[in-house]
């Protein structure tokens, strides 16, 4: 058998062969210790980053919660704000709603006593005089007046109330944003490893456009609840001021309305009164014209007796002249006879002043008697004219009982506040 051929090649030595192995196993050694603090660090790493994202995570809830607690009472406050925001509304629309009333209320009084003032100008000759109760109607008008224009202002105050809605709105759109941020929160916090919403998203880490500061978030609130707390204090003051202004009012337009009926009352009587004492005026002044109508007609009797009287002694007179010679003398008749004629004739001037006298007197009574009956009736017509003011004046009387008596008013709900279900 022949020797096979040798491999060509390089050969080692068995040294080298030994230090191979050596050399081998002396990697191996260093590798295995390599991969072993290799290992030591994973392990070391995994334990310090498992407990780091179970801390982070537990850490991160709890801020969750802490701001869900935040978030929350932030909101109740904002809903007791609203709440007292939608009081005060409710409160001054109605207390707008009686304003108005009390100023529709107005009209009908302002009516009346400018109709009765118009009444009263009906009067004619002296019964057109400027007495207490033409004083006192001018001042009920011009009382009148000027409360519209006090109750008017009110009602323009009164759009305070478009600031509370403006408000309201703000707070509820504050709250709308304070459920939509709970829910989110309450979602996050709800959410583990293991929940199917959860996935990678590009940058979650971006600062969003539009956020704001842990401080600028609690003063925004602050800021809306303040605002809002301000214009209900602001309201229910200027409430208080304008319903101790309009009560003043009503009372001094009820204390007017009583003191211009007790006027026109107390001018009635004086005209009633003065009615009655010229009707008795011009009985007596008709029974004194009846009196002197008789008298005179006696004095004219009296006149023509005394006349033919004086013809008689005229005649006796003149034919005794006719007697002839000596029998002509002036003797006891012939003077008795002369002054006949002349206590005659001073009986017919005297009589004949009397009558005329007597006459003239008696025109001054039917003229004078005329000129009462004129005002006679014009007082007639001017009681009448009374008569009426106070029938007119009537129904605020009505309308003043009728406002003392309790009504139930329906309250009309204008906040304009959207149905919201807060969340608890």
Same mark, same amino acid.
């Given at each position: 058998m022949s020797v096979p051929p040798a491999k060509p090649g390089l050969r080692l030595s068995v040294s080298h062969w030994h230090g191979n192995n050596q050399q081998l196993s002396a990697a191996a050694e260093h590798e295995r210790h390599l991969s072993n603090e290799v290992r030591q660090e994973g392990r070391t790493l995994r334990s310090e980053t498992t407990i780091?994202?179970?801390?982070?995570?537990?850490?991160?809830?709890?801020?969750?919660?802490?701001?869900?607690?935040?978030?929350?009472?932030?909101?109740?406050?904002?809903?007791?704000?609203?709440?007292?925001?939608?009081?005060?509304?409710?409160?001054?629309? @109605?207390?707008?709603?009686? &304003? !108005?009333?009390? +100023?529709?209320?107005? =009209?009908?009084?302002?009516?009346? $006593?400018?109709?009765? /003032?118009?009444?009263?100008?009906?009067?004619?000759?002296?019964? @057109?005089?400027?007495?207490? &109760? !033409?004083?006192? +109607?001018?001042?009920? =008008?011009?009382?009148?007046?000027? $409360?519209?224009?006090? /109750?008017?202002?009110?009602?323009d105050k009164a759009l305070?109330?478009?600031?509370?809605?403006?408000?309201r709105h703000q707070l509820t759109m504050d709250l709308q944003n304070k459920m939509d941020a709970l829910q989110i929160d309450t979602t996050?916090?709800?959410?583990?490893?293991?929940?199917?919403?959860?996935?990678?998203?590009?940058?979650?880490?971006?600062?969003?456009?539009?956020?704001?500061?842990?401080?600028?978030?609690?003063?925004?609130?602050?800021?809306?609840?303040?605002?809002?707390?301000?214009?209900?204090?602001?309201?229910?003051?200027?409430?208080?001021?304008?319903s101790l202004t309009r009560a003043q009012l009503q009372n001094d337009l009820e204390n007017h309305r009583s003191a211009t009926e007790f006027a026109l009352r107390k001018r009635t009587h004086a005209e009633e009164q003065a009615h009655?004492?010229?009707?008795?005026?011009?009985?007596?002044?008709?029974?004194?014209?009846?009196?002197?109508?008789?008298?005179?007609?006696?004095?004219?009797?009296?006149?023509?007796?005394?006349?033919?009287?004086?013809?008689?002694?005229?005649?006796?007179l003149e034919s005794r002249t006719a007697r002839p010679g000596a029998d002509l003398c002036r003797d006891e008749v012939q003077r008795g006879l002369v002054d006949e004629v002349n206590q005659l004739q001073a009986t017919i001037k005297a009589l004949t002043d009397k009558l005329s006298e007597a006459q003239h007197s008696?025109?001054?009574?039917?003229?004078?008697?005329?000129?009462?009956?004129?005002?006679?009736?014009?007082?007639?017509?001017?009681?009448?004219l009374e008569q009426r003011t106070s029938a007119t004046r009537g129904c605020l009387a009505a309308a003043s009982s009728a406002r003392n008596r309790p009504a139930l008013v329906r309250l009309v709900n204008s906040s304009g506040r959207s149905n919201l279900k807060l969340l608890a």
């Open positions: 780091k994202t179970i801390w982070d995570e537990r850490q991160n809830g709890r801020r969750l919660s802490d701001r869900i607690w935040d978030v929350a009472r932030c909101k109740e406050t904002l809903e007791m704000c609203a709440q007292e925001v939608d009081k005060e509304m409710e409160a001054l629309t @109605l207390f707008k709603e009686q &304003v !108005e009333q009390a +100023l529709v209320a107005t =009209v009908t009084p302002l009516e009346v $006593s400018v109709e009765c /003032l118009t009444l009263r100008d009906g009067r004619c000759g002296a019964e @057109l005089v400027s007495d207490p &109760v !033409e004083e006192q +109607l001018r001042r009920e =008008v011009e009382l009148i007046q000027s $409360s519209q224009q006090v /109750l008017q202002q009110h009602v305070q109330l478009c600031v509370l809605q403006e408000l996050c916090l709800s959410l583990t490893v293991e929940s199917p919403l959860i996935s990678m998203k590009s940058d979650p880490a971006r600062i969003p456009s539009g956020s704001v500061t842990p401080q600028q978030w609690a003063q925004f609130s602050q800021s809306n609840v303040a605002r809002a707390r301000e214009a209900v204090h602001a309201s229910r003051q200027m409430r208080e001021d304008m009655h004492e010229l009707e008795w005026q011009i009985k007596i002044t008709g029974d004194e014209i009846s009196d002197m109508e008789g008298d005179i007609r006696g004095l004219d009797q009296d006149l023509r007796g005394k006349t033919a009287s004086l013809k008689l002694a005229h005649t006796r008696l025109q001054k009574l039917q003229l004078h008697r005329a000129r009462m009956s004129q005002d006679l009736s014009r007082k007639q017509e001017a009681l009448s």
